[in-house]
T-cell receptor
Framework: GENVEQHPSTLSVQEGDSAVIKCTYS??????FPWYKQELGKRPQLIID?????GEKKDQRIAVTLNKTAKHFSLHITETQPEDSAVYFC????????????FGQGTRLTINP | NAGVTQTPKFQVLKTGQSMTLQCAQD?????MSWYRQDPGMGLRLIHY???????DQGEVPNGYNVSRSTTEDFPLRLLSAAPSQTSVYFC????????????FGPGTRLTVT
């Protein structure tokens, strides 16, 4: 199947704290695992992605970790800032059937000052 | 480069009317897709295309038609609009296959009364 689940659906953290969002998928053949950020009223934009040949990738305050065996990957944001408030989507590549991206339901992250 | 462009930005239709949402990209991307975004539902794939002359159905194709006569353009047609099609529609493009960054257009907010 093409099950993609994100948790939690909403997350509220204090400014400066860390936030973690988890995405589980069902296609064991998936090789590409991106995270998108969508600010209110804007289009989704890629913030970080990882391929299956590595377990972790970091870009300044954001990182993505991948556990292919357990079929999940996570977005980590450290030292959160008000501009991190947005909806975040995972979109693992689906290989079974036809190659495409399937987006998770999204996580609304709120950073409290 | 203009990236991915969409027209119109806003549209109000009456039930039963037809219209075409336009999408164009100037990045020579092979892969293009249409998503709809409803509150709390994330981004759901409507139709996609892996190249000119090739289209396929996504998760929610009913009520929508697409064609891909050129690499640049990927219009989405609503044949007989229904209130259930009230949504925000995003067009996206990327290199083929899909395991690359998806570039989204600014979106079209459609209301069907």
């Amino acid at each position: 199947g093409e099950n993609v689940e994100q948790h939690p659906s909403t997350l509220s953290v204090q400014e400066g704290d860390s936030a973690v969002i988890k995405c589980t998928y069902s296609d064991s053949a998936s090789n590409y695992f991106p995270w998108y950020k969508q600010e209110l009223g804007k289009r989704p934009q890629l913030i970080i992605d990882i391929r299956s040949n590595v377990g972790e990738k970091k870009d300044q305050r954001i990182a993505v970790t991948l556990n292919k065996t357990a079929k999940h990957f996570s977005l980590h944001i450290t030292e959160t800032q008000p501009e991190d408030s947005a909806v975040y989507f995972c979109a693992p590549e689906i290989i079974q059937g036809a190659q495409k991206l399937v987006f998770g339901q999204g996580t609304r992250l709120t950073i409290n000052p | 480069n203009a990236g991915v462009t969409q027209t119109p930005k806003f549209q109000v239709l009456k039930t039963g009317q037809s219209m075409t949402l336009q999408c164009a990209q100037d990045m020579n991307h092979e892969y293009m897709s249409w998503y709809r975004q409803d509150p709390g539902m994330g981004l759901r794939l409507i139709h996609y295309s892996v190249g000119a002359g090739i289209t396929d159905q996504g998760e929610v194709p009913n009520g929508y038609n697409v064609s891909r006569s050129t690499t640049e353009d990927f219009p989405l047609r609503l044949l007989s609009a229904a209130p259930s099609q009230t949504s925000v529609y995003f067009c996206a493009s990327s290199y083929s296959p899909v395991s690359y960054e998806q570039y989204f257009g600014p979106g079209t907010r459609l209301t069907v009364t």
